[in-house]
């Protein structure tokens, strides 16, 4: 995976329109050493502490979501039949899940990147458009998401706020507990001593959590970056 050091908003912006097409994908990470691992696959180390392999993980994964469907019932307008949106559901409430994260927005990566102040270098892991196919392309929607047999493309309908904010996209992993990479992904690597001022200048173009987070949560979020600093 080629590398690419940002040293400024300005080299960034110039990655982003110089290499990248439209409807490229973009994942902020706030350490640079995050594998692309979906939250599932990373309990598998606790999983093998403990005398447990990765088919235990798999099947509590599988349970996890039937119980998450049947619990969350009660608090829907209508009961969620479609195991995609489901699972969708569900990694937008917490739990693990095979999906990975990303944006069509460069910004919004960006800003997950740097909102935080960890003593560590962070990253955009940025990906060319059609590199991963759209479930709806390859004719796999009628499939389980627990049953794909390759990393996928799922473009989520916009049933949240956050989703349609965020300009979100998710990919369905294979081989969750797997780090995963593809042809021509690139690794923008941002410094630490980059991230305040990345963070101010991401708020100077809209970009806060008071957008990508509506509600009260992003607008208490956005009120404390202003006034006392700090994540974004």
């Known amino acids: 995976m080629i590398e690419i050091k940002i040293e400024s908003f300005e080299s960034y912006h110039r990655e982003v329109v110089l290499k990248f097409s439209l409807g490229a994908l973009y994942r902020g990470v706030t350490n640079k050493n995050h594998e692309l691992i979906p939250s599932v696959g990373r309990y598998l180390p606790d999983y093998q502490k403990n005398g447990r392999d990765k088919s235990k993980l798999l099947n509590h994964e599988r349970f996890a979501l039937e119980i998450f469907e049947k619990d969350s019932a009660g608090f829907l307008p209508s009961k969620v039949s479609d195991p995609w949106e489901l699972i969708v559901l569900a990694q937008h409430h917490g ?8 944006t069509h927005n460069p910004l919004v990566a960006l800003f997950f990147a740097v909102q935080s102040n960890d003593d560590t270098d962070a990253a955009v892991y940025a990906l060319e458009a059609g590199v991963v ?6 004719g796999e929607l009628g499939k389980h998401p627990l049953e794909l047999q390759e990393t996928r493309q799922l473009v989520p309908n ?3 706020p956050r989703i349609s904010a965020q300009s979100s996209v998710f ?19 941002i410094p630490k001593e980059q991230k305040m001022q990345l963070r ?9 959590s008071k957008k990508l987070f509506p509600g009260l949560d992003g607008i208490g979020r956005t009120v404390r970056y202003l006034k006392f600093g700090g994540q974004a």
Do not use: F, I
């Open 200 to 208: 101010a200048v991401l708020y100077k173009y809209g970009v806060s």
């Open 95 to 102: 739990l693990p899940t095979r999906l990975l994260d990303w």
């Open 133 to 138: 196919l759209d479930v709806m392309d390859t």
């Open 171 to 189: 990919t369905v992993h294979a081989q969750p507990t797997d780090p995963w990479t593809a042809s021509g992904m690139k690794k923008l690597t």
């Open 158 to 160: 916009s049933s949240s």
